[in-house]
Nanobody, 138 residues
Framework: EVQVAESGGGLVQAGGSLRLSCATS????????IAWFRQAPGKGREGVSC?????????YYADSVKGRFTISRDNAKNTVYLQMYSLNPEDTAVYYC??????????????????????????????WGQGTQVTVSS
């Protein structure tokens, strides 16, 4: 059974930090790209970041989080992390992680290579978590 579970969300003041975790099981973790998306109230789902497999080590960040967020993966634990610094109220959203196979891997690599968001198409991803709420107060 495939499981994808986000954790680490919460309430934080502007300027603060949080680390989100995405724990997975039930599939070959290092064959899959992991991406983080977020959805604020009344808005569509937005891509935040992606991280490739150990074979390509691609990473990409949305402009809105570049320089403040860091994505990493621990293949021994089948877990991806999103370290978030300098949070501001515009970061308030439900954060989701998603796992994608071959097309998502190519899209994350292309995003890094061309410095353009190709990875942030939700239909590229096979498995999704239920989300974790991040609320940043001003």
């Amino acid at each position: 059974e495939v499981q994808v579970a986000e954790s680490g969300g919460g309430l934080v003041q502007a300027g603060g930090s949080l680390r989100l975790s995405c724990a997975t099981s039930g599939f070959t973790f290092d064959d899959y790209v992991i991406a983080w998306f977020r959805q604020a109230p009344g808005k569509g789902r937005e891509g935040v970041s992606c991280i490739g497999t150990s074979r390509d080590e691609a990473t990409y960040y949305a402009d809105s989080v570049k320089g403040r967020f860091t994505i990493s993966r621990d293949n021994a634990k089948n877990t991806v992390y999103l370290q978030m610094y300098s949070l501001n109220p515009e970061d308030t959203a439900v954060y989701y992680c998603a796992a994608g196979g071959r097309q998502a891997r190519q899209s994350c690599r292309n995003s890094q290579y061309y410095s353009h968001s190709y990875y942030d198409v939700p239909t590229l991803y096979d498995y999704w978590g239920q989300g974790t709420q991040v609320t940043v107060s001003s």
